[in-house]
């Protein structure tokens, strides 16, 4: 099986900064594409961002310039910075992984999430 375990979620004011990490781990062989997702009350989750396995990046509108995603191939694990923090920001954020297998096949595995709360 694989497991992604986001940490870094909190409270935070506006202005402030956050760093999630998501961090995969099983029977991996390779990890493709990952992103980072977000969900707040009444809304549709949403991309907020998405990161290639050569490491070429996309972001939702809403977040250019305040937020930036990275990952660490060696360690299988991926991070967003955010910055400047919104109250808008807050929600539930969610990591999402395309998954070689071990035994083959590539799957796509979510996170069990982590809330970030931005004060005004």
């Known amino acids: 099986q694989v497991q992604l375990v986001e940490s870094g979620g909190g409270l935070v004011q506006a202005g402030g900064s956050l760093r999630l990490s998501c961090a995969a781990s099983g029977s991996i062989f390779s990890i493709n594409n990952m992103g980072w997702y977000r969900q707040a009350p009444g809304n549709q989750r949403e991309l907020v961002a998405s990161i290639t396995s050569g490491g070429s990046t996309d972001y939702a509108d809403s977040v250019k310039g305040r937020f930036n995603i990275s990952r660490d191939v060696a360690k299988s694990t991926m991070y967003l910075q955010m910055n400047s923090l919104k109250p808008e920001d807050t929600a539930v954020y969610y990591c999402?992984?395309?998954?070689?297998?071990?035994?083959?096949?590539?799957?796509?595995?979510w996170g069990q999430g982590t809330q970030v709360t931005v004060s005004s």
């Open positions: 999402n992984a395309v998954v070689r297998r071990l035994r083959g096949g590539n799957y796509n595995y």
